[in-house]
């Protein structure tokens, strides 16, 4: 099978045909042979979220593996990670397995599975590390995430145990003892809302500890959701002092702020809390600068019963693969702070090099053909329905600049205008 995209602006401003032929880019030039005319749209490296809840095994009816691909497919994404707080944990070599087998049997996206530090995310024993990087599923990123890796001794041994395979441990910075209770930003607006405020040290306070951590092992940190200034101004910091970190920020913590808690609506009720307007900028000037490499969307599926109740009683959570890259392209590209090459990275390319993964973040003449087709004219209206199975996105009243127009992995279409459906028949 050979598909030829025709004018076709990549990620450096040029115009080009891109020849793919048996799931492989062929060729990238001046092609004389018909195809699909690609004017206005952006061919980009396929997207790669190095943060998604995909809810398989243990919580169905959020999402599954299937459903996440297909809502991954439509957001422009080519790969996602599956969290390791599912029912069971993903704590063992036969979970991680179980879910990559999950993951093969979709081909909407490739799926990685990420393995917990702790045995049942217990913060107390850890996991089989190395089992599940030996393992058919080869992970080589661990995370807690929903909670934090908090001791001190097991964080540092953690790191250790992953030096010889070069893993990487993702850190869900929060400490507990700081965020009892907590529901939103702690703050003037907090008290005025009388919800208990979650204060920006609970995050930064680890985010210092792992650093120094990750300085003193020599070992690979990621610094799941970044949310404060402060946290941004520590990374920049160890990473001065060579620490060997990747951080990454969510398209809502860029995009949208704690004023949004005033109506008490739950669906802006996220771990960590939406931060100022000031921590905003602060996150973005962190991706133009490079003191944070990457969009992970924290794609968080929950049923209506536990999104649809008193902000107290609701879960934490926003689902987000399908508006990620109109939010980064309305934040970043649109707004003019910066360009295609720096988005692409953002949303592809440094997720891949986290992840290790090789066949994804570039558009190359022999790499596979993964590819996002962006068109910036376009909107996407945030009430659109989702096609993931719960529908607890943040945007519903927002119209957002930009959208994507294809996907295409391994060569085939995902999503060509609209998200095929019978692609895995
Ligand atoms: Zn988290
Ligand atoms: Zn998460």
Same mark, same amino acid.
């Given at each position: 099978?050979?598909?030829?995209?025709?004018?076709?602006?990549?990620? /450096?401003?040029?115009?080009?045909?891109?020849?793919? =032929?048996?799931?492989?880019?062929?060729?990238?030039?001046?092609?004389?042979?018909?195809?699909?005319?690609?004017?206005?749209?952006?061919?980009?490296?396929?997207?790669?979220?190095?943060?998604?809840?995909?809810?398989?095994?243990?919580?169905?009816?959020?999402?599954?593996?299937?459903?996440?691909?297909?809502?991954?497919?439509?957001?422009?994404?080519?790969?996602?990670?599956?969290?390791?707080?599912? /029912?069971?944990?993903?704590?063992?070599?036969?979970?991680?397995?179980?879910?990559?087998?999950?993951?093969?049997?979709?081909?909407?996206?490739?799926?990685?599975?990420?393995?917990?530090?702790?045995?049942?995310?217990?913060?107390?024993?850890?996991?089989?590390?190395?089992?599940?990087?030996?393992?058919?599923?080869?992970?080589?990123?661990?995370?807690?995430?929903?909670?934090?890796?908090?001791?001190?001794?097991?964080?540092?041994?953690?790191? =250790?145990?992953?030096?010889?395979?070069?893993?990487?441990?993702?850190?869900?910075?929060?400490?507990?003892?700081?965020?009892?209770?907590?529901?939103?930003?702690?703050?003037?607006?907090?008290?005025?809302?009388?919800?208990?405020?979650?204060?920006?040290?609970?995050?930064?306070?680890?985010?210092?500890?792992?650093?120094?951590?990750?300085?003193?092992?020599?070992?690979?940190?990621?610094?799941?959701?970044?949310?404060?200034?402060?946290?941004?101004?520590?990374?920049?910091?160890?990473?001065?002092?060579?620490?060997?970190?990747?951080?990454?920020?969510?398209?809502?913590?860029?995009?949208? /702020?704690?004023?949004?808690?005033?109506?008490?609506?739950?669906?802006?009720?996220?771990?960590?809390?939406?931060?100022?307007?000031?921590?905003?900028?602060?996150?973005?000037?962190?991706?133009?600068?490079?003191?944070?490499?990457?969009?992970? !969307?924290?794609?968080?599926?929950?049923?209506?019963?536990?999104?649809?109740?008193?902000?107290?009683?609701?879960?934490?959570?926003?689902?987000?693969?399908?508006?990620?890259?109109?939010?980064?392209?309305?934040?970043?590209?649109?707004?003019?702070?910066?360009?295609?090459?720096?988005?692409?990275?953002?949303?592809?390319?440094?997720?891949?090099?986290?992840?290790?993964?090789?066949?994804?973040?570039?558009?190359?003449?022999?790499?596979?053909?993964?590819? !996002?087709?962006? /068109?910036?004219?376009?909107?996407?209206?945030?009430?659109?329905?989702?096609?993931?199975?719960?529908?607890?996105?943040?945007?519903?009243?927002?119209?957002?600049?930009?959208?994507?127009?294809? !996907?295409?992995?391994?060569?085939?279409?995902?999503?060509?205008?609209?998200?095929?459906?019978?692609?895995?028949?």
């Amino acid at each position: 099978m050979a598909i030829t995209l025709k004018n076709v602006m990549i990620s /450096n401003g040029k115009r080009v045909d891109i020849r793919t =032929e048996n799931g492989a880019i062929a060729e990238i030039g001046s092609i004389s042979e018909k195809g699909i005319d690609c004017s206005g749209l952006v061919a980009l490296a396929g997207f790669v979220d190095p943060h998604t809840h995909l809810r398989q095994p243990g919580f169905e009816s959020s999402e599954t593996v299937m459903s996440g691909t297909r809502t991954a497919a439509k957001g422009g994404y080519v790969a996602v990670t599956a969290m390791a707080n599912t /029912n069971p944990v993903a704590d063992t070599a036969a979970i991680v397995e179980e879910v990559m087998a999950l993951g093969e049997a979709s081909r909407y996206a490739f799926v990685q599975p990420i393995g917990a530090v702790t045995k049942g995310l217990g913060g107390s024993q850890l996991s089989d590390l190395a089992g599940m990087h030996n393992s058919n599923a080869q992970v080589r990123v661990f995370s807690d995430d929903g909670l934090c890796v908090f001791d001190d001794d097991l964080m540092k041994e953690a790191l =250790e145990k992953v030096l010889p395979f070069d893993g990487v441990i993702a850190q869900h910075a929060q400490d507990p003892t700081k965020t009892v209770g907590s529901q939103m930003n702690d703050g003037a607006l907090s008290v005025e809302l009388g919800l208990t405020g979650w204060p920006t040290v609970a995050e930064e306070s680890i985010i210092k500890r792992d650093a120094e951590l990750a300085l003193e092992t020599g070992s690979r940190l990621h610094v799941c959701h970044v949310t404060t200034g402060g946290g941004v101004e520590i990374i920049r910091w160890a990473k001065k002092q060579g620490a060997r970190i990747t951080a990454e920020v969510t398209p809502h913590h860029l995009l949208l /702020n704690q004023e949004l808690v005033r109506g008490y609506d739950p669906v802006y009720k996220v771990n960590p809390p939406l931060r100022t307007e000031g921590d905003a900028a602060a996150l973005l000037e962190g991706l133009l600068d490079g003191t944070i490499d990457m969009l992970g !969307t924290d794609h968080a599926p929950h049923s209506a019963e536990k999104k649809d109740c008193e902000w107290e009683n609701a879960a934490f959570g926003m689902i987000g693969l399908e508006s990620a890259a109109s939010v980064l392209h309305q934040v970043l590209v649109a707004s003019g702070a910066g360009d295609w090459e720096l988005f692409e990275k953002i949303i592809s390319t440094n997720a891949a090099k986290m992840l290790g993964l090789q066949n994804y973040g570039a558009i190359k003449v022999g790499e596979r053909a993964n590819m !996002t087709l962006f /068109n910036p004219d376009e909107h996407l209206q945030g009430n659109e329905p989702s096609v993931s199975k719960s529908s607890n996105s943040p945007y519903f009243p927002l119209t957002l600049k930009g959208r994507v127009q294809h !996907t295409m992995r391994d060569g085939y279409f995902t999503m060509f205008d609209q998200v095929l459906e019978e692609f895995n028949d």
